[in-house]
């Protein structure tokens, strides 16, 4: 799932001594290639500021500090069951999941049960904006009461469009491509557990971020 440039970055944290050119060359030798992410369709991406929130990230992604700005966002997930559905909490200035729920139905508390485990694996002292689009979880009163509850800031992308969200749409991206890519689970729990091991052992604590580490 590695092009050479984080291969290069592997090999040098491990003591190795060799050029960015180097290993691109072998890789290639080998037919060593990183997968390539899904293609986008095409799609309209404009619209208006959202009505419950105004989009107070602009599309700032690089944060000074963690605890800042966190971002969130649902995906779906196929299994022989039906649909598995992910929530994800993203602390931009890490880029690691710091809150995940997954569930068998889209309802409120699936987006509820991935802010809460944030709030308690950080415990933030000053107000945090949570940015997320516009979908039904995030416009509705209980995810607004609960924000207001604890000292958390709405922030929404514009309607439709997806790169004002484009960190938690890059985490989905890479899940899907180096997880489970043209693949359907037997059951929903098997899911779970997979998805899990890739976001606690891998992703969180493995995977090469081209940002601040935690």
Request: aromatic residues 14%; proline residues 2%.
């Amino acid at each position: 799932m590695y092009g050479y440039r984080k291969l290069h970055d592997d090999l040098r944290s491990l003591g190795e001594i060799c050029g960015l050119n180097k290993i691109a060359r072998l890789t290639s030798l080998a037919g060593i290639k990183a997968q390539i992410g899904y293609k986008r369709k095409a799609g309209f991406y404009g619209g208006k500021l959202a009505v419950v929130a105004p989009n107070h990230l602009n599309r700032v992604f690089d944060v000074a500090e963690p605890d800042q700005t966190w971002v969130t966002d649902i995906t779906y997930i196929k299994t022989h069951e039906g649909w598995l559905y992910l929530a994800v909490i993203i602390d931009l200035y890490s880029r690691r999941i710091i809150g995940w729920s997954m569930q068998s139905r889209m309802q409120m508390d699936l987006v509820l049960s991935a802010l809460l485990m944030a709030g308690w694996r950080r415990k933030p002292s000053s107000k945090v904006i949570i940015h997320s689009d516009q979908g039904s979880q995030f416009t509705s009163y209980e995810w607004q009461k609960f924000l207001k509850a604890n000292n958390l800031e709405a922030s929404m992308s514009r309607r439709g469009n997806c790169y004002d969200n484009a960190v938690a749409e890059s985490f989905f991206q890479f899940l899907k491509q180096e997880r489970i890519r043209r693949r359907t689970y037997a059951t929903r729990k098997l899911a779970r557990q997979d998805v899990f091991d890739y976001i606690e052992f891998f992703y969180n604590s493995k995977r090469k971020h081209g940002v601040i580490p935690w």
